[in-house]
């Protein structure tokens, strides 16, 4: 009995580090870890920064030369940066509208950062969600509902989309309870 919660146990914890909680090959999204594994994220205070990661998940290729993706949000937040983990890249979209080129190739792993995003929360009072929707580009190469990305001898392929049955990542914010006049009057009164 005590070898087979030894065992159990050893599973159990090699099973929770496996890290990437998209099952699908060749997908892009957005997540709250380097990691992979965290696509919504709560109680964000009204006007916090948030910092996203726009990953590509489970690659069945050795080397990404490039990629297309468009995005947008839907809710009361600001994109502020987007800065690419290749040193060596040229993007000629937009925010939002990214068709970008290595200079140098990426080498692939599980989950792969291609940039990270630094997201404004600006909902004033913390109760509404923004969303994050992940699509094609606009003009696209292949697709403009899908991704796109570039592989060795400039094979284009399609990537999926992670979450695609809705949005792709979504910030909760932490909609406080609004004081009342009885709690300002009773700190007023300690000091009295």
């Known amino acids: 009995m005590k070898k087979l919660f030894i065992i159990l146990s050893f599973l159990l914890i090699a099973s929770s580090s496996s890290a990437v909680v998209e099952p699908g090959d060749n997908m892009m999204g957005f997540y709250f870890d380097q990691d992979a594994d965290v696509y919504s994220i709560y109680n964000v205070p009204p006007f916090s920064s948030v910092t996203m990661y726009l990953t590509l998940v489970n690659p069945t290729f050795e080397f990404l030369y490039g990629f297309e993706v468009g995005f947008h949000m839907d809710g009361t937040a600001l994109f502020t940066s987007m ?44 109760c509404d969600p923004v969303d994050f929707y992940m699509h094609g580009t606009t003009p696209s ?32 914010g932490d909609c406080t309870v609004p004081t009342t006049g009885s709690t300002l009057g009773g700190i007023k009164s300690l000091y009295r």
């Open 83 to 126: 800065i690419y983990t290749n040193p060596q890249v040229i993007d000629v979209g937009i925010i939002g509208n990214n068709i970008v080129g290595f200079g140098e190739p990426t080498s692939m792993t599980q989950a792969n950062i291609l940039a990270t995003l630094t997201v404004l929360y600006m909902d004033d009072d913390g």
């Open 141 to 172: 190469s292949i697709n403009p509902d899908f991704p796109t990305l570039l592989l060795e001898n400039e094979e284009l392929m399609i990537a999926g989309v992670s979450r695609s049955d809705g949005p792709s990542s979504t910030i909760y």
